[in-house]
């Protein structure tokens, strides 16, 4: 499903590789372990790396009550980003050199999750960094949840961007003399490393991690 752009998601810049679709959208989103969220206040700007995982059609993260992220993006409209760098692309000049990325820009204003939503949510976190782990790990505590903030925010106003491909040479440079082609880039999953005092067998989603390793 496509949504029409914003005045502020609108990509002008190189506009045919903007995507306004909902499955790119998420498919963007559910690939990243991490985004950045771009606010600012009194101190002035700021661009915070936080965990982030999606629920439908909103984006979640978690903090600390007391963090001064939370506090203010529950008053204030923020820019949350999202890049996964694909490839480096070298090209005939230096000017034309480029890179292959999947990009999002989302716009809003985070809400909390309350109560029992908020405990799913986090469960549901747990399940996108090792599913089925949520079952055999100690439970949160109260405690533990009531120090806990969830929040998110809608994937309503969002915009994506998208290189992909080789070389865009300029015609007059096509016969310089030196080698041209994208330098692809992956993030590749290690070995896990156990601790010392963990006797366990590794479980399913520890060996799963293990032989995508083994096959890169």
Not at 75 to 83: G, H, K, Y
Not at 95 to 108: K, P
Not at 179 to 185: C, N
Request: with cysteine; net charge negative; proline share 6%.
């Amino acid at each position: 499903m496509n949504q029409p752009p914003s005045d502020r998601t609108r990509i002008r810049r190189v506009a045919s590789n903007a995507h306004y679709d909902t499955a790119t959208l998420h498919a963007i989103v559910d690939d990243a372990y991490l985004c950045h969220i771009a606010f600012s206040d009194g101190k002035g700007a700021h661009c915070i790396p936080t965990a982030c995982w999606r629920e439908g059609e909103h984006l979640y993260i978690h903090g600390s009550n007391g963090s001064r992220m939370v506090k203010h993006l529950l008053q204030n409209e923020c820019c949350v980003t999202i890049t996964h760098l694909d490839g480096l692309v070298l090209a005939r000049s230096a000017f034309n050199h480029s890179m292959n990325f999947r990009s999002a820009m989302i716009y809003g204003r985070f809400e909390a999750v309350e109560g029992g939503a908020a405990r799913h949510a986090l469960e549901a976190f747990m399940e996108k960094l090792a599913p089925g782990r949520q079952a055999e790990i100690r439970p949160g505590s109260d405690k533990e949840y009531a120090a806990t903030t969830v929040l998110r925010i809608p994937l309503a106003e969002a915009a994506c961007k998208i290189r992909a491909g080789g070389v865009e040479d300029d015609a007059e440079d096509l016969n310089w003399p030196v080698w041209t082609g994208v330098l692809p880039l992956a993030r590749t999953p290690l070995a896990p490393l156990p601790e010392p005092d963990c006797k366990l067998p590794a479980p399913a989603y520890v060996l799963q991690w293990d032989s995508c390793s083994s096959a890169t």
